[in-house]
Protein backbone atom coordinates (compact mmCIF):
# COMPACT_ATOMS: atom_id res chain seq x y z
CA UNK A 1 0.00 0.00 0.00
CA UNK A 2 3.00 2.47 0.75
CA UNK A 3 4.22 1.86 -2.83
CA UNK A 4 0.11 2.35 -4.71
CA UNK A 5 0.18 5.62 -2.50
CA UNK A 6 3.29 6.90 -3.60
CA UNK A 7 2.56 5.85 -6.98
CA UNK A 8 -0.61 7.40 -7.17
CA UNK A 9 0.84 10.83 -7.24
CA UNK A 10 3.55 9.90 -10.15
CA UNK A 11 0.28 8.66 -12.21
CA UNK A 12 -1.34 11.44 -12.18
CA UNK A 13 1.41 13.77 -12.67
CA UNK A 14 2.25 11.35 -15.59
CA UNK A 15 -0.80 11.98 -16.61
CA UNK A 16 -1.03 16.07 -16.98
CA UNK A 17 2.24 16.20 -18.54
CA UNK A 18 1.29 14.06 -21.43
CA UNK A 19 -2.47 15.09 -21.97
CA UNK A 20 -1.03 18.76 -21.56
CA UNK A 21 1.89 17.85 -24.16
CA UNK A 22 -0.38 16.68 -26.35
CA UNK A 23 -3.55 19.18 -26.07
CA UNK A 24 -0.69 21.86 -26.62
CA UNK A 25 0.34 20.60 -29.65
CA UNK A 26 -2.64 19.65 -30.81
CA UNK A 27 -3.28 23.62 -32.45
CA UNK A 28 -7.11 23.59 -32.68
CA UNK A 29 -8.78 25.95 -31.39
CA UNK A 30 -7.82 29.27 -29.91
CA UNK A 31 -7.23 28.17 -26.47
CA UNK A 32 -5.27 24.84 -26.92
CA UNK A 33 -1.70 26.84 -25.74
CA UNK A 34 -3.72 28.01 -22.35
CA UNK A 35 -5.13 24.15 -21.56
CA UNK A 36 -1.72 22.98 -22.48
CA UNK A 37 0.26 24.74 -20.51
CA UNK A 38 -1.63 24.98 -17.65
CA UNK A 39 -2.20 20.79 -17.54
CA UNK A 40 1.88 20.76 -17.64
CA UNK A 41 2.22 23.04 -14.66
CA UNK A 42 -0.35 20.79 -12.81
CA UNK A 43 2.07 18.40 -13.12
CA UNK A 44 4.50 20.54 -9.84
CA UNK A 45 1.58 20.11 -7.93
CA UNK A 46 1.62 16.72 -8.41
CA UNK A 47 5.47 16.17 -7.76
CA UNK A 48 4.96 18.38 -4.83
CA UNK A 49 2.42 15.64 -3.32
CA UNK A 50 4.53 12.80 -4.00
CA UNK A 51 7.00 14.17 -2.22
CA UNK A 52 4.26 14.68 0.84
CA UNK A 53 3.63 11.23 0.33
CA UNK A 54 7.01 10.06 0.02
CA UNK A 55 7.65 12.12 3.50
CA UNK A 56 5.40 10.27 5.52
CA UNK A 57 5.13 7.07 4.51
CA UNK A 58 8.61 6.46 4.70
CA UNK A 59 8.28 7.72 8.60
CA UNK A 60 5.50 4.97 8.98
CA UNK A 61 7.59 2.38 7.55
CA UNK A 62 11.28 3.27 9.51
CA UNK A 63 12.78 4.18 6.48
CA UNK A 64 12.93 8.04 6.53
CA UNK A 65 16.73 8.76 6.27
CA UNK A 66 18.22 11.95 6.46
CA UNK A 67 18.78 12.15 2.62
CA UNK A 68 14.79 11.87 2.66
CA UNK A 69 14.68 14.83 4.99
CA UNK A 70 16.71 16.78 2.68
CA UNK A 71 15.67 15.45 -1.18
CA UNK A 72 11.99 15.04 -0.60
CA UNK A 73 11.40 18.71 0.19
CA UNK A 74 13.76 20.11 -2.52
CA UNK A 75 12.09 18.29 -5.45
CA UNK A 76 8.55 19.52 -3.85
CA UNK A 77 10.07 23.35 -3.91
CA UNK A 78 12.16 22.43 -7.32
CA UNK A 79 9.16 21.89 -9.20
CA UNK A 80 7.23 25.08 -7.54
CA UNK A 81 9.78 27.41 -8.55
CA UNK A 82 10.85 26.10 -11.65
CA UNK A 83 7.00 26.46 -12.52
CA UNK A 84 7.22 30.02 -11.01
CA UNK A 85 9.79 31.15 -13.72
CA UNK A 86 8.16 29.68 -16.55
CA UNK A 87 5.16 31.32 -15.61
CA UNK A 88 6.74 34.40 -15.05
CA UNK A 89 8.81 34.02 -18.87
CA UNK A 90 5.50 33.16 -20.63
CA UNK A 91 3.53 36.29 -18.92
CA UNK A 92 6.46 38.33 -19.82
CA UNK A 93 7.89 37.30 -23.45
CA UNK A 94 5.33 35.38 -24.92
CA UNK A 95 4.59 36.56 -28.24
CA UNK A 96 0.61 35.98 -28.04
CA UNK A 97 -2.21 36.37 -25.67
CA UNK A 98 -3.08 33.06 -25.21
CA UNK A 99 1.41 32.56 -23.56
CA UNK A 100 0.49 35.45 -21.43
CA UNK A 101 -2.69 34.42 -20.00
CA UNK A 102 -1.15 30.77 -19.23
CA UNK A 103 1.65 32.44 -18.34
CA UNK A 104 -0.31 34.41 -15.15
CA UNK A 105 -1.94 30.79 -14.33
CA UNK A 106 0.96 28.63 -14.41
CA UNK A 107 2.68 31.35 -11.63
CA UNK A 108 -0.18 30.69 -9.90
CA UNK A 109 -0.01 26.88 -9.74
CA UNK A 110 3.45 27.15 -9.03
CA UNK A 111 2.83 29.27 -5.88
CA UNK A 112 0.33 26.17 -4.91
CA UNK A 113 3.26 23.41 -5.56
CA UNK A 114 5.42 25.91 -3.43
CA UNK A 115 2.96 25.37 -0.12
CA UNK A 116 2.62 21.90 -0.99
CA UNK A 117 6.21 21.66 -0.23
CA UNK A 118 5.81 23.24 2.67
CA UNK A 119 3.55 20.31 3.82
CA UNK A 120 6.56 18.09 3.06
CA UNK A 121 9.48 19.95 4.51
CA UNK A 122 6.61 20.42 7.31
CA UNK A 123 6.16 16.93 7.48
CA UNK A 124 9.38 15.22 8.50
CA UNK A 125 8.23 15.25 12.00
CA UNK A 126 5.16 13.43 11.02
CA UNK A 127 5.27 10.57 13.53
CA UNK A 128 5.04 13.01 16.84
CA UNK A 129 1.64 14.05 15.57
CA UNK A 130 0.18 10.61 17.54
CA UNK A 131 2.62 10.69 19.92
CA UNK A 132 1.84 13.84 21.26
CA UNK A 133 -1.62 13.30 20.97
CA UNK A 134 -1.81 10.60 22.78
CA UNK A 135 1.26 11.06 25.44
CA UNK A 136 0.80 15.12 26.33
CA UNK A 137 -1.19 17.28 27.70
CA UNK A 138 -1.74 20.86 25.68
CA UNK A 139 0.93 22.88 25.97
CA UNK A 140 3.46 20.37 26.95
CA UNK A 141 6.41 21.23 25.21
CA UNK A 142 7.64 18.24 23.03
CA UNK A 143 11.60 17.56 23.48
CA UNK A 144 11.75 17.04 18.95
CA UNK A 145 9.97 19.90 18.23
CA UNK A 146 10.69 22.44 15.91
CA UNK A 147 12.84 25.45 16.94
CA UNK A 148 10.41 28.57 16.84
CA UNK A 149 12.42 30.18 13.85
CA UNK A 150 11.74 26.73 11.63
CA UNK A 151 8.20 26.69 12.62
CA UNK A 152 7.33 30.73 11.54
CA UNK A 153 9.43 30.61 8.17
CA UNK A 154 7.52 27.10 7.58
CA UNK A 155 4.27 28.82 8.34
CA UNK A 156 4.88 32.18 6.72
CA UNK A 157 5.73 30.46 3.22
CA UNK A 158 2.04 29.49 2.53
CA UNK A 159 1.30 33.20 4.07
CA UNK A 160 3.26 35.25 1.14
CA UNK A 161 2.33 32.38 -1.64
CA UNK A 162 -1.36 33.71 -1.02
CA UNK A 163 -0.63 37.31 -0.37
CA UNK A 164 1.24 37.09 -3.56
CA UNK A 165 -1.22 35.55 -5.67
CA UNK A 166 -4.33 37.87 -4.16
CA UNK A 167 -2.51 41.09 -4.98
CA UNK A 168 -1.65 39.99 -8.20
CA UNK A 169 -4.73 39.14 -9.08
CA UNK A 170 -5.91 42.43 -7.99
CA UNK A 171 -3.82 43.72 -9.94
CA UNK A 172 -4.88 42.18 -13.43
CA UNK A 173 -8.63 42.50 -12.70
CA UNK A 174 -8.07 46.02 -12.25
CA UNK A 175 -6.39 46.29 -16.08
CA UNK A 176 -10.17 45.52 -17.19
CA UNK A 177 -8.64 43.81 -20.05
CA UNK A 178 -10.09 40.36 -21.32
CA UNK A 179 -6.89 38.32 -20.77
CA UNK A 180 -6.17 39.81 -17.84
CA UNK A 181 -10.03 39.69 -16.77
CA UNK A 182 -9.80 35.59 -17.32
CA UNK A 183 -5.91 35.42 -15.54
CA UNK A 184 -7.19 37.48 -12.65
CA UNK A 185 -9.79 35.57 -11.81
CA UNK A 186 -8.30 32.03 -12.05
CA UNK A 187 -5.50 33.91 -9.63
CA UNK A 188 -8.37 34.63 -6.97
CA UNK A 189 -9.22 30.84 -7.05
CA UNK A 190 -5.29 29.83 -6.83
CA UNK A 191 -4.85 32.64 -4.11
CA UNK A 192 -7.49 30.72 -2.34
CA UNK A 193 -6.22 27.31 -2.64
CA UNK A 194 -2.81 28.45 -0.88
CA UNK A 195 -4.82 30.07 1.61
CA UNK A 196 -6.35 26.34 1.98
CA UNK A 197 -3.05 25.42 2.77
CA UNK A 198 -2.21 27.51 5.70
CA UNK A 199 -4.73 26.01 7.20
CA UNK A 200 -2.83 21.92 6.41
CA UNK A 201 0.47 23.57 7.06
CA UNK A 202 -0.58 24.88 10.14
CA UNK A 203 -2.35 21.98 11.30
CA UNK A 204 0.84 20.01 11.02
CA UNK A 205 2.96 22.72 12.86
CA UNK A 206 0.56 23.03 15.76
CA UNK A 207 0.23 19.46 16.33
CA UNK A 208 3.69 18.68 16.28
CA UNK A 209 4.62 21.70 18.61
CA UNK A 210 1.84 20.70 20.89
CA UNK A 211 0.35 23.94 20.29
CA UNK A 212 -3.59 22.32 18.93
CA UNK A 213 -5.95 23.51 21.31
CA UNK A 214 -9.14 22.45 21.74
CA UNK A 215 -10.72 26.12 20.53
CA UNK A 216 -9.08 25.52 17.49
CA UNK A 217 -10.33 21.76 16.30
CA UNK A 218 -12.51 23.26 13.62
CA UNK A 219 -11.65 26.98 12.94
CA UNK A 220 -9.17 25.49 10.36
CA UNK A 221 -11.79 23.17 8.42
CA UNK A 222 -14.24 25.82 8.42
CA UNK A 223 -11.66 28.36 7.44
CA UNK A 224 -10.95 25.82 4.73
CA UNK A 225 -14.27 25.13 3.31
CA UNK A 226 -15.12 28.94 3.48
CA UNK A 227 -12.39 29.31 0.16
CA UNK A 228 -13.59 26.37 -1.40
CA UNK A 229 -16.94 27.86 -1.43
CA UNK A 230 -16.07 31.07 -1.73
CA UNK A 231 -14.00 29.72 -5.46
CA UNK A 232 -17.45 28.06 -6.47
CA UNK A 233 -19.61 30.92 -5.43
CA UNK A 234 -17.16 33.29 -7.46
CA UNK A 235 -17.08 31.32 -10.40
CA UNK A 236 -20.41 31.04 -10.62
CA UNK A 237 -21.21 34.87 -10.01
CA UNK A 238 -18.37 35.81 -12.86
CA UNK A 239 -20.71 33.48 -14.89
CA UNK A 240 -24.35 34.47 -14.69
CA UNK A 241 -23.98 37.49 -16.81
CA UNK A 242 -22.91 35.55 -19.45
CA UNK A 243 -19.31 36.35 -21.51
CA UNK A 244 -17.07 34.60 -23.47
CA UNK A 245 -14.04 35.73 -21.39
CA UNK A 246 -16.22 34.07 -18.16
CA UNK A 247 -16.97 30.76 -19.38
CA UNK A 248 -12.95 29.30 -18.81
CA UNK A 249 -12.22 30.93 -15.34
CA UNK A 250 -15.77 30.52 -14.25
CA UNK A 251 -15.77 26.85 -14.27
CA UNK A 252 -11.79 26.67 -13.62
CA UNK A 253 -12.49 28.21 -10.19
CA UNK A 254 -15.17 25.77 -9.66
CA UNK A 255 -12.44 23.35 -10.30
CA UNK A 256 -10.44 25.26 -7.79
CA UNK A 257 -12.90 25.27 -5.06
CA UNK A 258 -13.01 21.67 -5.39
CA UNK A 259 -9.12 21.13 -4.78
CA UNK A 260 -9.94 23.74 -1.35
CA UNK A 261 -12.64 20.97 -0.69
CA UNK A 262 -10.34 18.16 -0.84
CA UNK A 263 -7.60 19.91 0.87
CA UNK A 264 -10.29 20.44 3.73
CA UNK A 265 -10.48 16.49 3.99
CA UNK A 266 -7.04 16.40 5.48
CA UNK A 267 -7.36 19.05 7.85
CA UNK A 268 -10.76 17.33 9.51
CA UNK A 269 -9.11 14.11 9.44
CA UNK A 270 -5.97 15.60 11.53
CA UNK A 271 -8.44 18.00 14.05
CA UNK A 272 -10.51 14.75 14.45
CA UNK A 273 -8.33 12.21 15.48
CA UNK A 274 -6.78 14.62 17.76
CA UNK A 275 -6.61 13.23 21.50
CA UNK A 276 -10.50 11.47 20.66
CA UNK A 277 -11.08 8.84 18.77
CA UNK A 278 -13.51 9.00 15.93
CA UNK A 279 -14.76 5.94 14.38
CA UNK A 280 -15.65 7.66 11.00
CA UNK A 281 -11.84 9.00 10.34
CA UNK A 282 -11.49 6.18 7.59
CA UNK A 283 -14.46 7.73 5.96
CA UNK A 284 -12.67 11.08 5.33
CA UNK A 285 -10.45 10.12 2.10
CA UNK A 286 -14.54 9.75 0.17
CA UNK A 287 -13.89 13.51 0.04
CA UNK A 288 -11.67 13.95 -2.14
CA UNK A 289 -12.78 11.03 -3.94
CA UNK A 290 -16.47 13.06 -4.49
CA UNK A 291 -14.48 16.16 -5.41
CA UNK A 292 -12.45 14.31 -7.74
CA UNK A 293 -15.16 12.54 -9.80
CA UNK A 294 -17.13 15.93 -9.38
CA UNK A 295 -14.41 17.83 -11.76
CA UNK A 296 -14.11 14.75 -14.03
CA UNK A 297 -17.60 14.26 -14.75
CA UNK A 298 -18.05 17.87 -15.13
CA UNK A 299 -15.27 17.82 -17.18
CA UNK A 300 -17.11 15.49 -20.14
CA UNK A 301 -20.16 18.00 -20.08
CA UNK A 302 -17.82 20.74 -20.73
CA UNK A 303 -16.01 18.60 -23.22
CA UNK A 304 -19.55 18.19 -25.37
CA UNK A 305 -20.69 21.20 -25.08
CA UNK A 306 -17.33 22.67 -26.44
CA UNK A 307 -17.82 21.13 -29.73
CA UNK A 308 -20.95 23.32 -29.92
CA UNK A 309 -19.49 26.23 -28.53
CA UNK A 310 -15.37 26.87 -28.39
CA UNK A 311 -15.52 28.52 -25.11
CA UNK A 312 -15.64 25.51 -23.78
CA UNK A 313 -12.29 23.83 -25.07
CA UNK A 314 -10.17 25.35 -22.22
CA UNK A 315 -12.13 24.58 -18.98
CA UNK A 316 -13.17 21.19 -19.99
CA UNK A 317 -8.95 20.24 -20.44
CA UNK A 318 -8.01 21.69 -17.21
CA UNK A 319 -10.92 20.83 -15.57
CA UNK A 320 -9.18 16.73 -16.13
CA UNK A 321 -5.77 18.19 -14.75
CA UNK A 322 -7.68 19.80 -11.18
CA UNK A 323 -9.63 15.97 -10.99
CA UNK A 324 -6.34 14.52 -11.07
CA UNK A 325 -5.04 16.51 -8.15
CA UNK A 326 -7.82 15.87 -6.49
CA UNK A 327 -7.33 12.12 -6.87
CA UNK A 328 -3.98 12.84 -5.52
CA UNK A 329 -4.83 14.33 -2.76
CA UNK A 330 -6.94 11.20 -1.79
CA UNK A 331 -3.93 9.22 -1.54
CA UNK A 332 -2.46 11.80 0.99
CA UNK A 333 -5.38 12.29 2.92
CA UNK A 334 -5.58 8.21 3.09
CA UNK A 335 -1.90 8.43 4.36
CA UNK A 336 -2.45 10.63 7.27
CA UNK A 337 -5.62 8.35 7.82
CA UNK A 338 -3.20 5.03 8.28
CA UNK A 339 -0.80 7.26 10.03
CA UNK A 340 -3.18 8.51 12.82
CA UNK A 341 -5.29 6.10 13.00
CA UNK A 342 -4.88 3.55 16.37
Given amino acids: ?43 AICIALFSTAATIIRQLINKFSRADRIVLPILGYAAGVITCLCG ?32 AISSAKFT ?33 ATAIALIYASVLIGR ?28 VLRQIQNKFGKKERWIWSVFVGIMGSICIIWG ?31 VILLASVWRRNEPLANRIPLIPVV ?14 TSYLNSNFFVPSHIMVGLGAVCFTLFAIVSILESGTSK
Wanted: with cysteine; charged share 5%.
Fill in 291 to 304: TALTCLFLSAFLFE
Fill in 88 to 119: IYLFMFGKTTDDVVSGNVVFGVGLIACCVATV
Fill in 1 to 43: MSILFRIIPLAMGVICLAFGMYVRTMSIGSGYIIAGNVLIALT
Fill in 128 to 160: MIPQNSENLTYKDVPSNRYSNSRYYAYFSVPIV
Fill in 176 to 203: NTPPDFVAGHVMVGLGLVCASLIALVGT
Fill in 236 to 266: IAIMIPYSAAAVAPGFVLIGLGMICYSISSK
